[in-house]
C-alpha cells in the first residue's frame, strides 16, 4: 500500500453564523475558494497535478448545492484538469474528505489530492438540506430519532456527568482555545478571509467567549429541555434507554459546540510526488475507520470508531500522544475520556468547537490540522482525530510525523 | 340495470339527481357489499346519463353516514392473510369515490347529520359541502380507534382541503368535530337551517361552474405546504412522530401509518396517492392490533354496553331511587354518576358533616364543568338536587337498589346491611362496592341473600368506565338485572363475574404489581422495571401504581388474606417488600409522601435513592422483552386461571375487564386476546420457560396447554365475540 503524506494545511477563522458574523458576507464558495488560494500559494504549488479535491458539506443545498468542490476548483483558478467532489458524513464530513482524499493515494489511484470542507452555516443554517432522518415518519419511528442536543443530555444522565462536570469542561475549552491564540499557536494554520476589495474581514475566530466564568455557564438555559419535554423526544430517549428514569437536561448553549462559518483544506500526496514537487512531508496518515453505532443517542460513536482505527493499525490508545475529539456537546467528550482512558491533559488541548465554534463540514478537517501543529510544537509523534456523526457514526483517523 | 337497494336515485325537472342513502336494517349507514355496489351503480348512472346535470347526495336516515361495518370488518378478516387480495377488497369503495369526484358533473353533499369515517370520506370526495345546522351533528375520521385509518381518501383529501397540520391533528385523534369548527378548518362550505340542506345543494350543482376538485386543477398546492423541502411540514412530521413515539410506546401501529400516509400522499398526484392510503390502511388491517382493538373496544363493548350477560325473562327495572351508604370517595363519586344520570340518591353517612362532604364532590365537578363551559348552572342545581344527605337508615325507603360503600370491614358491612334490609321494600336489591371481600361470606349477613350482589366500582368512579357485577353463591337473576340495567343507566360497562377473592380485576391486576415488586426484590433497576411497564402499555409502572393504592393497603390485604388463608396461603417475593417498606421504612406509600418513590413538593415524583441500598443493582440485568413478558405474561396467566375456576365465564368479559378495569393495554385486545395475539402455542412455550426462571406463578394452566396442542383460540375462527364455556 502506498502511503498518504500531509504536505500541509490551512484553514479559515471561523466567524460567528449569524447576520453579525463578520464572514456572513462571503459566499461559501467564496470562502472555500480562499482557503484553496491560500494553500496553493503558500506551497507554489502547480495545481495541474492535483488528481482529486475532496470537499465535505453537510448542507449541500442552496450555495453549496450542486458540488462545491468543482466550482471552488474553478474559482480558486485551479487549473481546469482539477476535478472535485463534495461529500457527506454529516459532522465528520471533513475529515472524511481527508480519509477519502487519501485513501485514493493509498489505493495507487491518485498522486497529490486535497481533503477540506466548508461549511457557511450563517448563510446555508443547519438542516437547510432537510432530510427523512428526522421527517420521514417511518424512518424517524423506525430509528427512535431525537435531536442529537437530546442524545447529549442522554449521554450525560447515563453516565453521570453533572452540570458541573460539563460545564467545567466547556470553560476549559475557553481557556484552553484563548491561551492557544494568545500564544499564537494557530497563527501559522489560519488564513485571514477577504472581502472583494482585498480588506480583512476576520483573521481570528470569532465565537470565542475568553472571559467566559463557571458562574456565567451555570446561569444559561438547559438548550433542549423544551424540545425533550413538549415535543416528546424524551419519551422517546427513554424508550430506548428504559434503564434511565428521567433526562437531565444539562446542556447548553455554554456547554455545545457553536454555530460557526468555516473552511479548511489538507494537501495530501505519495512521497515521490511531493519530491518531485519540492514539497515537505509533514505527517504521515497511519490509518482511519468510521463506524455506525446506535442511531437514537447518535453520539456514542467516538471511542468505537476509535478502536476501530486503533486495531486496524495495531495500536493501542496508550500509543496515542494527543486526542483531538470534536466537541459536539460536553458530554461526548466525558464519556470518551473514560472509555478509553484518556487523561484531559492529552485531549483537545487548545480547545475546541465549544469554544471556537463548529463548522459543520469543516470541522474534521480543521482539528485535524490543528492537532498536527500541536505535535510539531510539542515534538511528539501520533495523533488521533475523532468526530461523533449524525445517524449514529462515528469517524476516526491515526496521523502520525515524519 | 340492478335495482340499487341501499340508494334513493331520483332525478328531477331540473336534472339534479338527488341519492339519499338508506342502508335497511341497520341504524345508521354503514358500507355494505350492497352499498357499494350501489353507489358504483349510481356513480356511472350520474355520469353516463346526458339528462342529469349533476347530484346531491344526502341520507334517509337522522345521521348522515357511519362508516365501515365493523362487526363485519373483524369477521372478514379475522384470517385473511394475503395482503393483494386485502388490497383488491380495500380499494374498491376509494375507487368509487374517486369516480364520483372525476365523473365530470358536479356533486354536492347534503350532510343531514353525523357524518363519521367512510361516511365523511364520501361527503370529502364530492365537490361542496353543505350541512344541516343539526347540534347533534358531528364529523370526524375516528378509525384511529379502533387501530385502523381512513382507507378511502381521508387522509389524502382532507390534508388538500385543510392543510396538513390540521388534518393530521383530526386524523390521528381521531376527534369529532362539531358543524362549525369543520366551517372554521374548511372542510364544510355552508351551514343551512336543518331540512334545507338539500335545496341548498342542489343550488350550488345548478350554479356550478366547475366539476372538478382542485387537487385536479393545474397549480395545485396543498394548503400550507407540503413536502421536506418545506420547513412547516418538516416540523409537522418531525414532531408529529416523537409525539406519536411517546404516545404509542411504538404498540399502535396506527398513527404511524396515517403520519406516513399523509406524509408520502400529499407529494403525490392524487390517484397514486390514493393508492398509498390504501396500502397504508391494507397494512393496518391484517396487524393483529387493529382486529384485537375493533374487537374489544367496539364489537364486544358494545354488546356488553347492551347488557349482553343480563339474564332472560326479567322486566327492565331502572333504578328511580338509589340508597348509597357511605359519602367517602367510593360512595361520593357513586352519587355524582348516579344522579348525573337522573336518579333520585339518598346518600347516607354516619354523620352528617361526612354525608355533606360527600356531596362536595359532585359540587366540585359540577363546578369544574360550568366553568370548562360544558353544563350550566340550572342543569347542575337539578343534579344537586338530587342528592339527598342523611343518617337516617328510614330515609332508604323506597329505593330500589342500594350500595353500600363503607369502610372493608365485615361486621361494618353486616351491621349495614340489617340496617338497610329492615327498611328497603321486600323487592329492593343490595349490593356492596367491596373490592377485597368475597360477596357470598357478606352475604351471609343479609336476610335475602338471594338479592345481595357485588357492584365494584373503580377510583375514580367518574372517570373509570368499567363496573364488574359480582354474583354471589346465592345471588338470583333478579338482581344480576337489576345490577346491569343500573351500570346501563349510568353509562358505563358491565361485567359479569362469579365470587372470589378480589374478584376478577382485583386479583388479575394485583399480580402485575407483584411482579413488578418482585423484580425490585431480584436487583432488577426500578426504573427499568417502571419504564418497560409503561412501554409495554400499562398506564402507570407497578411499582408507581402501588404507591398510588398505597403499600399500607396492599400490606392489610396480605395480612387479611394470610390470616382467611390459613396453611393455603401461598406467599409471593413481593409479600417481604411490602412488609419492610410498611413496617421497618415507614415508606407506606404517595398519601403518606413516601413510598417506592419520593414525592418532593412541586416538582415530579422521583424513584427513592435508598431502593439501591435495600435492594441492589443485579449486575446483570434482564432484556426489555423478558420484563415485559413477565409484566404482561403473569396478568394473562392469572385471567385463564379465572376462567378455569369459573370467575370469569366469558372470554369477552376477561378482556374487557382487563382493558376497561385496570388498563391491560387496548392493543393486546386484553389478556386473552393476548394470548391468541402471541398464539396459545408459542405462548406456552414462552410461559413455561418463565415458569423455569420465575416459579409457579408462570405455570400454564392444563386448559391452556390443551387448546395451544389441539391448535385453538380463544376467539375461534370467524367469531366475533365467541364464548368458551366455563370449566
Redesign the interface.
Known sequence: MTDAYIYDHVRSPRGRGRSSGALHEVTPVDLLSQVLAALRDRNELDTSHLDDVVIGCVSPVGEQGSNIARLAVLNADYAENVPGKQLHRFCASGLEAVNSASAQIMAGQSDLTIGGGVECMSRVPMGSDSGAMHADPAIAYKTYFIPQGVGADLIATKWGFKREDVDAYAMASQQRAANAWEKAYFDDSVVPIKDHIGMTLLDRDEHMRPGTTLDDLNGLKPAFEVPGTQAGFDAVALQRYPEVEAIDHVHTAGNSSGIVDGAAAVLLGNKETGKALGLKPRARIRGFASIGTDPTIMLTGPAPSAEKALKRCGMAAHDIDLFELNEAFASVVLLYMQRLDIPHEKINVNGGAIAMGHPLGATGTMILGTVLDELERRDLETALINLCVGGGMGTATIIERV | MDEMKTIDFKTNDDGVAVLTIDVKDKPMNVITPQFLADMSEAIERIRDDSKIKGAVITSGKDSFMAGADLKALVDTFHERTNAAEVYAWCRGYSQSLRALETCGKPVAAAINGTALGGGLELALACHYRVAAMNPKSVLGLPEVQVGLMPGAGGTQRLPRLIGIEPALKLITQGRHVSLSEAVELGFVDKLVVAGNEIDEAREWVLAAEEATQTWDRKGFKVPGGAG??HPA??QT???????????T??NYPAP?AI??AV?EGTVLPIDKALDVETKYFVSLLMDPVSRNMARTLFVNKGAADKLVRRPKGTDKRPVTKLGILGAGMMGAGIAYVSARAGMQVVLLDTSSDKAEHGKDYSRELLQKRIDKGRTNADAARDILERIRTTTNFDDLDGCELVIEAVFEDREIKADVTAKTEAVIAGDAIFASNTSTLPITGLASASQRPDQFIGIHFFSPVDKMPLVEVIVGEKTGDRAIAQALDYVQQIRKTPIVVNDSRGFYTSRVFATCSREGIAMLAEGV????I???AK?AGMPVGPLAVTDEVSLELSYHVMQQTKKDLGDAYEPTAADAVIAKFVESLDRKGKRFGKGFYDYPDGQ?K??WPGLAEHYPLADE?PS?DEIKNRLLYVQALETVRCMDEGVVTHVADADLGSVFGWGFPAYTGGTLSFIDTVGPAAFVREADRLAEAYGRRFAVPESLRAMADNGEAFYGRGSGAAQRSAA
Do not use: D, W
Open positions: 421536506l423541502m411540514s418538516v412530521f418531525m414532531f408529529g412522530t416523537s409525539l406519536t413515539q411517546k404516545m410506546n411504538h404511524i403520519l406516513s406524509y433497576n426500578p426504573a427499568l417502571e419504564n418497560v412501554q415530579k422521583r424513584l440485568q426489555i
